[in-house]
Each structure stands twice: as structure tokens, then as C-alpha cells.
């Protein structure tokens, strides 16, 4: 079946714990990217990547790492968690190098607690 | 910078009834593509409708269709024959060139049967 994974689906830590979010993409697809849903602002892109080695910031990159090494994973890193980064996160990807023009594929979503 | 606007936080609609979701966008580019999105209570977001700028012709899928006022910067989404399923929270989002793509707030969808 074609899909975006992502794990951990929930996660609760506390402020400074690093922790690394996980996503994974089956369809070959080039373009990858990451996505924080906070109520009454919609969807913010953190960073995303056209191609393996090539990732970009997004609107909020500040306290966020990203890397592909692979071109079906798109893993998120949080080096040091803080309580303003609690929020719904989703993964995202699309076939083409110009992801943003054609449908993207969501992942399931991970919502993230920092205490 | 681009924007984009959903001006209505809530909308409710009678079971079979139309009901029209509004969006405007700013955007300084003539080439780009508009898309609304659906995300159920499950939280997965669908694809509901897509719309390149450069095509005059209104984006249709069955009981959803847009209209776009390309002049004016307005995407709004029309959904006929409303059903239950169709409840959800809707965005409106703007790709341009910069490969990257911008959401609205978002508008609940309330179905009432």
C-alpha cells in the first residue's frame, strides 16, 4: 500500500530531551517535507527536500534538524525539545522536484507534548 | 510574501444542503496552483480539489467545485449535496515557485443532519 509513516504517532517529553521523529515514504517520491499544525494558524512548513542531500528551511526552521541521507526517509530532529514546539506534526511528500505544485501525501500525523 | 486568508473559523450546513467555504491569497507571482485540503477527525489530510492559476476554467470533483476569481486573489470551495462524511476541518493552500506551500488557518466544517 502506498503511504507516508511516521513514528512516533504520540510522544510526551520533557524540555531539552532530544528526540527524532520519523518518516518514511514507499512511492519513490522526490519531494519531502515537514509540517507543524497549531490551532487558529493551520499548517507551517519547518524544512523540506527536493532530492536526496538537498533539504531547505521552511516558514519555522528554528529548533528543528533535518536530514535525507535516503530518498524514502525524512527524519525530524528536535536536538533540544521546548514546550513552545508542543504541537501536531505531519510529514509530506510528492512525486516531482516541484512537490508544492502537485498533490502531496500526508503521513498520519505525530502529536508532540514538551513538558 | 504570500498569504492566505480563511475568514470564516466555523460553517455549518443542513445535510443535502450547498454550502460555500471562502479563501483569499496574496501572492506577487502569475504562475501557481491553489489546492484545498480536507482533514477529517482521523487527522489525515486529503486532497479535495486543485487549481492552476494560468487555467481559466473552474476545478471540478463530483459535489466539489471551486471558484476562482483569479483578478480578485478569491478560491472559494463549494460543496454540494452535503454529507455527514463531509464534516472536517478544510484549508485552502498556495504553492508558488519557491516550492513551498502556504496554508490558511482553516474552516470547520459542521454537518447538520
Known amino acids: 500500500e502506498a503511504q507516508v509513516t511516521q513514528n512516533p504517532r504520540y510522544l510526551i517529553t520533557v524540555t531539552g530531551k532530544k528526540l527524532t521523529v520519523t518518516c518514511s515514504q514507499n512511492m519513490n517520491h522526490e519531494y519531502m517535507s515537514w509540517y507543524r499544525q497549531d490551532p487558529g494558524l493551520g499548517l507551517r512548513q519547518i524544512y523540506y527536500?527536493?532530492?536526496?542531500?538537498?533539504?531547505d528551511k521552511g516558514d519555522v526552521p528554528e529548533g528543528y534538524k533535518v536530514s535525507r541521507k535516503e530518498k524514502r526517509n525524512f527524519p525530524l530532529i528536535l536536538e533540544s525539545p521546548s514546550p513552545n514546539q508542543t504541537s501536531l506534526y505531519f510529514c509530506?511528500?510528492?512525486?516531482?522536484?516541484?512537490?508544492?505544485?502537485?498533490?502531496?501525501?500526508f503521513g498520519p500525523g505525530t502529536r508532540l507534548t514538551v513538558l | 510574501a504570500q498569504t492566505v486568508t480563511q475568514s470564516q473559523p466555523e460553517m455549518s450546513v443542513q445535510e443535502a444542503e450547498t454550502v460555500t467555504l471562502s479563501c483569499t491569497y496574496d501572492t506577487s507571482e502569475s504562475d501557481y496552483y491553489l489546492f484545498w485540503y480536507k482533514q477529517p477527525p482521523s487527522r489525515q489530510m486529503i486532497l479535495v480539489i486543485r487549481?492552476?492559476?494560468?487555467k481559466q476554467q473552474n476545478a471540478t470533483e463530483n459535489r466539489f467545485s471551486v471558484n476562482f476569481q483569479k483578478a480578485a486573489k478569491s478560491f472559494s470551495l463549494k460543496i454540494s449535496d452535503s454529507q455527514l462524511g463531509d464534516a472536517a476541518m478544510y484549508f485552502c493552500a498556495l504553492a508558488g515557485s519557491n516550492y513551498q506551500l502556504i496554508w490558511g488557518a482553516g474552516t470547520k466544517l459542521i454537518i447538520k443532519p
Open positions: 509530506a511528500s510528492s512525486l516531482s522536484v516541484s512537490g508544492s505544485y502537485n498533490e502531496q501525501f
Open positions: 487549481q492552476e492559476a494560468y
Open positions: 527536500s527536493m532530492n536526496v542531500e538537498v533539504t
